[in-house]
């Protein structure tokens, strides 16, 4: 009989990221924060990390915000995502003096305290974040918890199978972000 009410909490929990996630909150920010994802064997963008590019570019073409952090670690591939992301984004018109790097952020908590900390260095204080839908609720709850208010966000307009799975793992990691009292 336990089995049926954490099925029901999970899946209402689901059902909550999703939703959030799919919401956008878009307003003027100081910076645009960008986690990274997986960067192909040839040294290009995926296809998921492509669409959480192009959803920066075009809002920063809007000009939504006049600077980014692209963020991420060295992947499997041996390529720093950071450094993909940002010469994909100068190659999509968004200026390189634009673009800040950090490639420390190879989880999202620690992209939101490198996030955090570039932003006390430059004095700025409202962040849009640019992730996938299932990504975003705990980004942006990292983000919060490491200083970083208000968090705007909008989702890359990318879905594919892998969603399920990757859903279910954001409701277990959200959990635990939202438990975890070391930020």
Request: aromatic fraction near 8%; charged fraction near 25%.
């Amino acid at each position: 009989m336990v089995a049926l009410p954490v099925m029901v909490a999970f899946i209402l929990a689901a059902t909550l990221i999703v939703v959030d996630g799919l919401t956008d909150d878009i307003h003027a920010a100081d910076v645009a924060i960008v986690p990274g994802n997986t960067v192909e064997k040839d040294g290009r963008p995926s296809a998921r990390l492509s669409a959480r590019l192009d959803q920066t570019a075009a809002l920063y073409r809007q000009g939504l915000f006049p600077d980014v952090i692209v963020s991420g670690g060295v992947g499997r591939e041996g390529f720093d995502e950071a450094e993909v992301m940002k010469r994909y984004l100068i190659e999509h018109g968004v200026p390189e003096d634009s673009i800040h790097v950090d490639s420390a952020g190879a989880t999202t908590r620690l992209t939101a305290r490198n996030a955090a900390r570039i932003m006390r260095e430059n004095g700025w204080r409202s962040a849009i974040v640019v992730s996938q839908y299932f990504h975003v609720p705990r980004m942006r709850l990292a983000l919060q918890r490491s200083g970083v208010t208000p968090v705007f966000s909008a989702h890359a307009r990318y879905f594919e199978r892998r969603d399920v799975y990757s859903i279910a793992r954001e409701v277990v990691g959200y959990g635990a972000y939202y438990l975890r009292a070391d930020y």
